[in-house]
């Protein structure tokens, strides 16, 4: 059974950092693109950042971009998302999800597994 579990969420001020990481257990961890969304109340799920499997490839939000970064230890099954500069549009719950696809895909529905999410909320 996969299970994603993520933590490292909560309250920050705005100008702050977080960093979410992301247990993966039940696959082969080191064969999976991971990527990280977020859904905002009353808005879709939205892309955050992506990663390949070997790390080679990163891809990121505009919204996100020099602000945020995503790494991976295939060694502890585990995937991150540093998130700095933090502003309170960055409010959400931020989920992690795992691919079989090799490419680091900006698209929810390439992905196969989700973990329940965890809230970053960001105050101004």
């Known amino acids: 059974q996969v299970q994603l579990v993520e933590s490292g969420g909560g309250l920050v001020q705005a100008g702050g950092s977080l960093r979410l990481s992301c247990a993966a257990s039940?696959?082969?961890?080191?064969?999976?693109?991971m990527g990280w969304f977020r859904q905002a109340p009353g808005k879709e799920r939205e892309f955050v950042a992506a990663?390949?499997?070997?790390?080679?490839?990163?891809r990121f939000a505009g919204s996100v971009k020099g602000r945020f970064t995503i790494s991976r230890d295939n060694a502890k099954n585990t995937v991150y998302l540093q998130m700095n500069t933090l502003k309170p549009e960055d409010t959400a719950v931020h989920y992690c999800?795992?691919?079989?696809?090799?490419?680091?895909?900006?698209?929810?529905?390439?992905?196969?597994?989700w973990g329940q999410g965890t809230q970053v909320t960001v105050s101004s």
């Open positions: 999800a795992a691919s079989r696809s090799p490419y680091a895909s900006t698209w929810s529905r390439d992905y196969d597994y």
């Open positions: 039940g696959l082969t961890f080191s064969s999976y693109t």
């Open positions: 990663i390949s499997w070997s790390g080679g490839t990163t």
